[in-house]
């Protein structure tokens, strides 16, 4: 009885979850410009479209622009915090990383205004670069995070054992610490990209004006008319996270990372 | 190596290059913005330094009041509906196996990370009168004509609990996972039913994960911006959205700003209130 009430209430939200993406998919096959749902004739123009004009081209290519550089930039600001405050704990390092997560839990609107109010008293409003030192800022909570995670899961021992041997702290960090946290760190990399890309209100204060993103095109693109155009946007997005969430939970360990304990003994 | 305290300039270094970029991008950033919440403005333009609190003042509006009230109303109900669903939907997940779960979490962490619009883009769609439920169920019979449910409020809590339902689960699953398997084990040796043992031990146990995890989807909820102004009605804009037009459209930064402050302050302080009423219940 409850195993059979489980699967249904799995199911229902499995449906729930998958039903605004199923017509998403769907609409963007439309051979013509409308939106029916099931699609009238199938066909890949909306997705040609995409990658042919200008119109979309550029915010495609500002969008991945911007969350590679800000999600390098969030990891260069992580990685050493979270190394210093893996090898010191003092209250100061404390300090700095609860600063580091404050962007992401507070309301976004709250940071996007503080960043609005900051590139333009400093002249840089509107300029690609502001976006993305402020995406870097906004989602450093996500490297500084895993890595964190990374940084507990060594074992003091091995690190002991190293030092005995007589390697000084650099070497032990290039050859015994940087390895471990690597995956880490690739993972706060990917999820900060993957989150950069989907941003919106951020990247709309400080510069929506001049350099459109996806998530800006879109918008504006709703108050204009829908087109199928759009839905094959939403549908690569989908796809190029399930990839990439995909290769993490391949080759990583997901559900550690996203704080269970360690792997399962099978 | 480790735990030691860190000796000299030196020892300080990796330090410098993240506490550095924290305070001139984030510190500097905000402080600003609560300056600039004191200053005065220029009609027509931008503003002047000064320290008036005709902003704060000006906050006292109709308008400004019922906003904050819907926005703090429509993100308390929509995080209740996502904990209250997302609470056994976690469990659940965990007791799968580890493979399992790895293709649940991948698609939920693929549904996390879709921005606002394609939630809002994708709703407004299945909502529609072209292309959405309602052609399903006149095609079942159930209905004489497709019909359009958007704009309204049920469609945006919808799409808000869309939002926030894979956020709940991320942010139930570490306690969840934690959770020792001998303890349902133990209550259903002892003759409790399944459904009883949920209710009792389960949610007990976790009571404390679940304020968190409400005070969590609360606030991040609260941050909405998009989806009430495509799947809502003017009437259901939220403050993100008040304030996003005070700075932008209305271009009364000391304005916005003071209501950014006020808001944080807001969330805050129900963030505190909430704690503390979780942390009453358990003596």
């Given at each position: 009885?409850?195993?059979?009430?489980?699967?249904?209430?799995?199911?229902?939200?499995?449906?729930?979850?998958?039903?605004?993406?199923?017509?998403?998919?769907?609409?963007?096959?439309?051979?013509?410009?409308?939106?029916?749902?099931?699609?009238?004739?199938?066909?890949?123009?909306?997705?040609?479209?995409?990658?042919?004009?200008?119109?979309?081209?550029?915010?495609?290519?500002?969008?991945?622009?911007?969350?590679?550089?800000?999600?390098?930039?969030?990891?260069?600001?992580?990685?050493?915090?979270?190394?210093?405050?893996?090898?010191?704990?003092?209250?100061?390092?404390?300090?700095?990383?609860?600063?580091?997560?404050?962007?992401?839990?507070?309301?976004?609107?709250?940071?996007?205004?503080?960043?609005?109010?900051?590139?333009?008293?400093?002249?840089?409003?509107?300029?690609?670069?502001?976006?993305?030192?402020?995406?870097?800022?906004?989602?450093?909570?996500?490297?500084?995070?895993?890595?964190?995670?990374?940084?507990?899961?060594?074992?003091?021992?091995?690190?002991?054992?190293?030092?005995?041997?007589?390697?000084?702290?650099?070497?032990?960090?290039?050859?015994?610490?940087?390895?471990?946290?690597?995956?880490?760190?690739?993972?706060?990399?990917?999820?900060?990209?993957?989150?950069?890309?989907?941003?919106y209100i951020?990247?709309y204060?400080?510069?929506?004006?001049?350099?459109?993103?996806?998530p800006?095109?879109i918008f504006?693109?709703l108050?204009?008319?829908?087109?199928?155009?759009?839905?094959?946007?939403?549908?690569?997005?989908?796809?190029?996270?399930?990839?990439?969430?995909?290769?993490?939970?391949?080759?990583?360990?997901?559900?550690?990372?996203?704080?269970?304990?360690?792997?399962?003994?099978? | 190596?480790?735990?030691?305290?860190?000796?000299?300039?030196?020892?300080?270094?990796?330090?410098?290059?993240?506490?550095?970029?924290?305070?001139?991008?984030?510190?500097?950033?905000?402080?600003?913005?609560?300056?600039?919440?004191?200053?005065?403005?220029?009609?027509?333009?931008?503003?002047?330094?000064?320290?008036?609190?005709?902003?704060?003042?000006?906050?006292?509006?109709?308008?400004?009041?019922?906003?904050?009230?819907?926005?703090?109303?429509?993100?308390?109900?929509?995080?209740?509906?996502?904990?209250?669903?997302?609470?056994?939907?976690?469990?659940?997940?965990?007791?799968?196996?580890?493979?399992?779960?790895?293709?649940?979490?991948?698609?939920?962490?693929?549904?996390?990370?879709?921005s606002e619009v394609i939630i809002g883009f994708?709703?407004?769609?299945?909502?529609?009168?072209?292309?959405?439920?309602?052609?399903?169920?006149?095609?079942?019979?159930?209905?004489?004509?497709?019909?359009?449910?958007?704009?309204?409020?049920?469609?945006?809590?919808?799409g808000?609990?869309?939002?926030?339902?894979?956020?709940?689960?991320?942010?139930?699953?570490?306690?969840?996972?934690?959770?020792?398997?001998?303890?349902?084990?133990?209550?259903?040796?002892?003759?409790?039913?399944?459904?009883?043992?949920?209710?009792?031990?389960?949610?007990?146990?976790?009571?404390?994960?679940?304020?968190?995890?409400?005070?969590?989807?609360?606030?991040?909820?609260?941050?909405v911006y998009l989806l009430p102004q495509i799947l809502?009605?003017?009437?259901?804009?939220?403050?993100s959205v008040?304030?996003?037009?005070?700075?932008?459209?209305?271009?009364?930064?000391?304005?916005?700003?003071?209501?950014?402050?006020?808001?944080?302050?807001?969330?805050?302080?129900?963030?505190?209130?909430?704690?503390?009423?979780?942390?009453?219940?358990?003596?």
């Amino acid at each position: 009885m409850s195993k059979t009430l489980r699967i249904i209430f799995l199911s229902l939200i499995l449906f729930l979850l998958c039903g605004p993406l199923i017509v998403v998919s769907g609409v963007s096959l439309n051979a013509k410009k409308r939106l029916f749902f099931p699609p009238e004739g199938i066909s890949l123009r909306w997705y040609a479209e995409l990658l042919t004009e200008s119109s979309w081209l550029i915010p495609v290519q500002n969008s991945l622009t911007i969350a590679f550089t800000s999600s390098f930039i969030a990891l260069s600001i992580a990685l050493p915090l979270a190394y210093f405050l893996w090898r010191y704990r003092v209250f100061y390092a404390k300090a700095l990383f609860t600063l580091g997560i404050s962007p992401f839990i507070l309301p976004p609107v709250i940071t996007a205004l503080g960043f609005l109010s900051f590139w333009v008293t400093i002249g840089f409003y509107g300029k690609m670069g502001a976006t993305m030192i402020s995406h870097a800022i906004f989602f450093v909570t996500l490297p500084l995070v895993t890595i964190s995670l990374g940084f507990e899961s060594i074992d003091r021992e091995i690190v002991e054992a190293a030092q005995t041997m007589g390697a000084d702290s650099r070497t032990v960090f290039k050859t015994v610490v940087f390895p471990m946290i690597r995956p880490y760190m690739i993972s706060g990399l990917a999820f900060a990209f993957v989150l950069s890309l989907n941003e919106y209100i951020v990247a709309y204060m400080v510069s929506g004006f001049t350099v459109e993103t996806l998530p800006i095109k879109i918008f504006n693109s709703l108050r204009y008319g829908y087109t199928p155009v759009m839905a094959s946007v939403a549908v690569v997005f989908v796809l190029l996270a399930v990839i990439i969430f995909g290769l993490i939970g391949r080759f990583g360990d997901l559900p550690k990372l996203l704080g269970a304990l360690g792997p399962e003994e099978e | 190596m480790i735990g030691e305290k860190p000796k000299g300039v030196r020892a300080h270094l990796p330090l410098a290059y993240p506490a550095l970029m924290l305070a001139i991008f984030f510190i500097i950033p905000f402080g600003m913005m609560a300056a600039v919440s004191f200053f005065h403005r220029q009609p027509g333009g931008f503003y002047i330094p000064g320290f008036e609190f005709t902003n704060y003042k000006n906050l006292y509006t109709a308008l400004f009041g019922r906003t904050l009230l819907f926005s703090i109303f429509v993100a308390g109900l929509s995080a209740a509906v996502c904990v209250s669903l997302g609470f056994p939907f976690t469990y659940f997940i965990t007791r799968m196996r580890r493979r399992t779960q790895v293709i649940w979490l991948v698609f939920l962490m693929s549904v996390l990370s879709l921005s606002e619009v394609i939630i809002g883009f994708a709703w407004s769609l299945l909502l529609s009168r072209t292309a959405g439920v309602s052609n399903l169920l006149v095609w079942l019979g159930l209905m004489e004509q497709p019909k359009a449910w958007y704009p309204g409020f049920a469609a945006l809590l919808f799409g808000i609990c869309y939002l926030a339902f894979p956020y709940t689960v991320l942010v139930l699953y570490p306690s969840l996972s934690r959770l020792n398997p001998a303890l349902p084990e133990a209550s259903q040796t002892l003759g409790a039913s399944p459904v009883r043992t949920f209710f009792t031990v389960i949610v007990g146990s976790m009571r404390n994960a679940i304020v968190a995890a409400f005070v969590m989807v609360f606030v991040f909820t609260l941050g909405v911006y998009l989806l009430p102004q495509i799947l809502g009605r003017p009437r259901h804009w939220t403050l993100s959205v008040l304030i996003t037009d005070q700075a932008i459209y209305q271009t009364n930064m000391p304005m916005a700003a003071s209501m950014a402050i006020f808001f944080m302050f807001v969330s805050l302080l129900l963030v505190a209130l909430t704690m503390a009423i979780g942390k009453g219940k358990k003596i």
